[in-house]
């Protein structure tokens, strides 16, 4: 015969494997990998979609360098990183993304690379005309930031290293709300 702790212990064994068996951390994990992929291809698709923008930013020389024709350039930027800011706000946070940081840098490179050459060739009255960019990536860096999670100060370290030769362009076309966001 058993004994009832013999019937006892093959019982909870039988229940503890039917516990661990239950899908819900696979689950979790899916839903991990889901976001991570969602926040890599929103930021993947976004720099596609900036760089005819910027392709046209960069044939303008001394003579189209004007505010009438950077004003919808920037304006079509603009449009294009709130659609991707508002996109990425719906997504939850926490996830974990290691490719995020460098797409973002990927991502302001494409913006300000082009729009630093056309303000060198445009003068300081064409600066003003870029303020623009300033918030819409100050809010794409503090949804991704956000996104991302993690320890907030190493992740600035991080995109700082990642930026180091833009900061100098952030600061030549006076975008302060973005210097505000990287400075914290």
Same mark, same amino acid.
């Given at each position: 015969?058993?004994? #009832? ?6 019982a909870? #064994?039988? #229940? ?8 819900v ?39 189209s ?120």
């Open positions: 015969m058993f004994s #009832f702790t013999k019937i006892a212990t093959l909870a #064994f039988a #229940f503890s494997t039917l516990v661990a068996a239950v899908p951390a696979e689950h979790a994990v899916a839903d991990i990998e889901k976001r991570a992929a969602s926040v890599d291809s929103l930021l993947s698709a976004l720099n596609s979609q900036l760089q005819p923008m910027a392709s046209q930013l960069s044939v303008l020389d001394s003579q360098a004007t505010g009438d024709n950077v004003t919808p350039i920037v304006n079509d930027i603009t449009s294009a990183i709130q659609s991707t800011v508002s996109q990425l706000n719906a997504l939850p946070a926490g996830t974990d993304s290691s490719n995020a940081l460098s797409q973002l840098s990927t991502i302001m490179g494409t913006v300000l690379n082009p729009a630093n050459n056309v303000a060198n060739i445009g003068g300081a009255s064409i600066i003003p005309f870029f303020s623009p960019l300033g918030a819409v990536l100050a809010a794409l860096v503090s949804v991704v930031l956000k996104l991302v999670g993690g320890l907030l100060t190493t992740l600035l370290f991080t995109l700082l290293g990642l930026l180091g030769p833009l900061l100098t362009i952030i600061i030549s076309l006076k975008l302060t709300v973005l210097l505000n966001v990287l400075i914290i």
